[in-house]
C-alpha cells in the first residue's frame, strides 16, 4: 500500500502497482485473504468491518470478474457499493476524470476502484488532490492490475505451500513461468513485481514480436522456446492474445502461435507433478489453452475467481479497516455466532 509523495500518515492510503509493496505488505495482504477466505466457509457470509463505507467501482472499461469480484468484496465486509460505467453515463458526453472524481467525492466516496484505458489514470486519480478516498487500481491500459497479481500469489502460495503452512511465508524459490502477450499484458508487468517481491523467480515466454522494448529491466528472464522451460516451473500462467490493443500482425497465424506457445495435454504432461497451470481469464480455449487442460485439475483458473474476492476483501480491509489484524479475535467470532 502506499501513500502519495510528500502526505502526511492521515492520508488515505493505495493501492496503484505491486512494484510499491514490500515484501510484508505482500505477505500481509496474503495472510489477510487467507482468512478472509475463511469467512466464505461460514453460514454468513458477512463482515461488519466497513459498515457504513462507501466503495465506488469507477469503470472506464468493460470487464466481468474484476468489477463483480471487487462489489462481492465489499459487500461481504458490509460497505455502500455503487457501480459507475462509462458507457452511458456523463464520460460518454465528453465529462473529464477530474469532473467524475469531484462528483464521487460530493457523493462521500471512501474507495474508488477504478479501471482505465489510459496508463497512470490511477495514480493521476490519487496523487491529484481532486479526492480524498483511498484509490485501488483495478487495471490501467497495459500498465498494471495489482490485485490480480496478488490473488494470483495467493493462488500459488495456497497450491504449492498450503494454506495453513503458507502463513506468514512468501514465494521463495518457486519458479514461475508467464507465457504469452507479455506486451499488452498489466497483468504480466504487476506479476513479475509481486513475485519477485516475493522472492520467486519468474521467467517470461513469448514470441520476440510480443516482448516489450526495455524487459531486459525487469527482474525476470525472458525465453523464447516454452518447451524448454516447463520441466522447471512450478506455476504456468497463460495469457490471452489481447487483439484488442493490437494495431498490427504479431504472429503469422493462431495457428502457429498455438503450436509454439500454447499449453496442450502433452505439455502439461513435460511439467514437474505438483505444478499448477494457471490463466486470469478470459480464456481462448484452443489458442493459448486447450480444453484438456484448462478442465483439468491442474488447472486454477476457477480457483482464481474464488481467491479474488478473498484477496480484494483483504485489499479494501487493509486500505479502509485501518488495522494490522485481518479479522476479530477468535472469541469475537465465536460471540459473532451465536
Not at 145 to 150: S, Y
Not at 288 to 300: H, Q, Y
Not at 310 to 317: D, N
Request: proline letters at 6%.
Amino acid at each position: 500500500m502506499l501513500r502519495p509523495p510528500g502526505d502526511n500518515p492521515r492520508s488515505p492510503r493505495h493501492l496503484i502497482s505491486a512494484a510499491d509493496l514490500t515484501r510484508d505488505d505482500a505477505v500481509l495482504i496474503l495472510d489477510t485473504a487467507e482468512e478472509m477466505a475463511r469467512v466464505a466457509d461460514r453460514p454468513i457470509k458477512k463482515l461488519p468491518t466497513l459498515r457504513g463505507r462507501t466503495v465506488v467501482n469507477l469503470f472506464f472499461e468493460d470487464s466481468t470478474r474484476t468489477r463483480i469480484s471487487f462489489e462481492a468484496a465489499a459487500k461481504r465486509l458490509s460497505a455502500d457499493v455503487i457501480n459507475f460505467s462509462a458507457k452511458g453515463s456523463s464520460v460518454s458526453k465528453g465529462e473529464s476524470l477530474k469532473d467524475t472524481a469531484l462528483t464521487l467525492e460530493a457523493m462521500g466516496a471512501d474507495a474508488v476502484v477504478i479501471r482505465h484505458g489510459a496508463s497512470g489514470a490511477p495514480y493521476r486519480l490519487a496523487t491529484s488532490g481532486w479526492i480524498d478516498s483511498a484509490v485501488v487500481n483495478a487495471g490501467d491500459g497495459t500498465h498494471e492490475h495489482p490485485t490480480q497479481a496478488l490473488l494470483d500469489a495467493f493462488t500459488m502460495r495456497r497450491r504449492l505451500v498450503g494454506p495453513d503452512a503458507g502463513i506468514g511465508r512468501d514465494l521463495e524459490g518457486r519458479r514461475i513461468t508467464i507465457v504469452g502477450d507479455i506486451l499488452h499484458s498489466r497483468v504480466a508487468r504487476s506479476n513479475v513485481h509481486l513475485l519477485h517481491t516475493l522472492g520467486a523467480h519468474v521467467t517470461l515466454v513469448a514470441p520476440p514480436t510480443l516482448v516489450p522494448v526495455g524487459v531486459e529491466q525487469w527482474p525476470c528472464d525472458v525465453s523464447y522456446r516454452l518447451d524448454d522451460v516447463l520441466p522447471k516451473s512450478d506455476a504456468v500462467m497463460m495469457l490471452r492474445v489481447q487483439r484488442e490493443r493490437m494495431n498490427a500482425a504479431y504472429f503469422p497465424t493462431e495457428r502457429e502461435y498455438s503450436r509454439r506457445y500454447g499449453l496442450d495435454g502433452e505439455r502439461m504432461a513435460r511439467m514437474p507433478e505438483h505444478a499448477i497451470v494457471m490463466h486470469p481469464g478470459p480464456m481462448v480455449r484452443g489458442m493459448e489453452i486447450t480444453a484438456e487442460v484448462a478442465d483439468s485439475d491442474r488447472c486454477t483458473a476457477v480457483e482464481q475467481v474464488a481467491n479474488g474476492v478473498s484477496t480484494r476483501m483483504a485489499v479494501l480491509y487493509l486500505l479502509l479497516g485501518g488495522s494490522e489484524t485481518a479479522l476479530p479475535s477468535a472469541s469475537a467470532r465465536t460471540e459473532e455466532n451465536k
